[in-house]
């Protein structure tokens, strides 16, 4: 019976706030303005508490909002009104995502990844027009989203980019869809996930078997990701320079010969490549000094010169 109750105030709260979406209301007043935000804070507050029940009920209220796309379309303020409602929405879970509850059960992780997952995915893969504001304000919020998502549920949506590229790696597909390996950019990652992901890489992947669309779509992720890591954690970046991590290093030194040996021999390919291995001597101290005092025949002396450059004025910037 207590169950009931509070599934239903729950209900309740998400009913009140979603009756106030301009997607409802048309027209804001501040009086609905104020109620929405009143509502959206107490969703938030609760969700703390009701975890799982919130992010579902506003998960739905993403799929309804979605639902009246084509309708808005055609209304005055219409496609505003749509575009204001789902920014809302998302704004609110991503609120309620970097309040998840410590140490969730796996089993809800999952299940809290797949409800909110394919809205996520829905926003990111949708054909991109620089030219239009609207579309980069949704996609913008939906990277936001997914960020937070990943803040506590990242094991969970790892374990499915990991899946994926295993798949990836056996299928005889020209074209595969790399849409899962393409959230790994977006993702919430420390050090203790970067290490992770390349051990991931690392480990399932035989650069003689690799196929090159998932060869490329890893160079650009892991590079994309180093990147993330290094500006959302900067301090522990700032601390390998004084103290290198043994396993980052021996983790760019493998990675760097499995993408510089992909790249040999295609002037296209290295083009691709080359802002990954600047960023993996980046990240690597002790491995960058390594190899530049080396004699061998991996690289040219010329490429290995120009990527050291590169490197040690990345890291002069970032340190300065």
């Not at 204001?84 to 998302?90: A, F, G, K, R, Y």
């Not at 499995?258 to 690597?284: C, D, H, Y």
């Amino acid at each position: 019976m207590a169950h009931d109750w509070k599934t239903s105030c729950v209900g309740a709260l998400e009913k009140r706030f979603s009756d106030q979406l301009p997607t409802n209301t048309g027209l804001q007043t501040v009086e609905s303005m104020q109620i929405l935000e009143q509502s959206k804070q107490c969703l938030v507050s609760v969700s703390q508490h009701r975890f799982k029940e919130i992010i579902k009920v506003l998960t739905d209220t993403w799929k309804r909002v979605e639902q009246t796309k084509e309708t808005a379309e055609k209304l005055p303020s219409g496609e505003n009104n749509y575009k204001t409602s789902l920014i809302i929405v998302m704004q609110t879970l991503e609120l309620c995502l970097f309040r998840a509850p410590p140490n969730p059960r796996q089993d809800n992780d999952t299940q809290i990844v797949n409800t909110l997952l394919p809205q996520i995915l829905q926003l990111l893969n949708a054909p991109n027009d620089p030219t239009m504001q609207s579309c980069q304000e949704l996609r913008h919020q939906s990277e936001r989203v997914l960020y937070a998502l990943s803040h506590a549920h990242f094991k969970a949506i790892f374990s499915r980019v990991s899946r994926r590229m295993q798949t990836l790696q056996s299928s005889s597909e020209d074209s595969p869809d790399i849409s899962d390996i393409n959230l790994l950019q977006h993702l919430d990652i420390d050090l203790s996930r970067l290490l992770m992901v390349m051990s991931a890489v690392v480990s399932h992947h035989n650069v003689a078997q690799m196929k090159k669309s998932l060869c490329l779509a890893l160079a650009v992720n892991l590079e994309k990701v180093i990147w993330n890591w290094m500006e959302k954690h900067h301090d522990e970046f700032a601390s390998l320079i004084s103290k290198p991590n043994d396993d980052l290093s021996a983790l760019c030194d493998r990675l760097f010969e499995i993408f510089n040996t992909f790249a040999e021999g295609s002037q296209r390919k290295k083009s691709a490549v080359w802002p990954l291995l600047i960023m993996l001597l980046v990240i690597a101290p002790k491995f960058l000094e390594e190899i530049t005092h080396t004699e061998s025949g991996t690289l040219s002396r010329y490429l290995l010169s120009i990527l050291t450059l590169h490197a040690l004025c990345i890291q002069r910037t970032l340190n300065t």
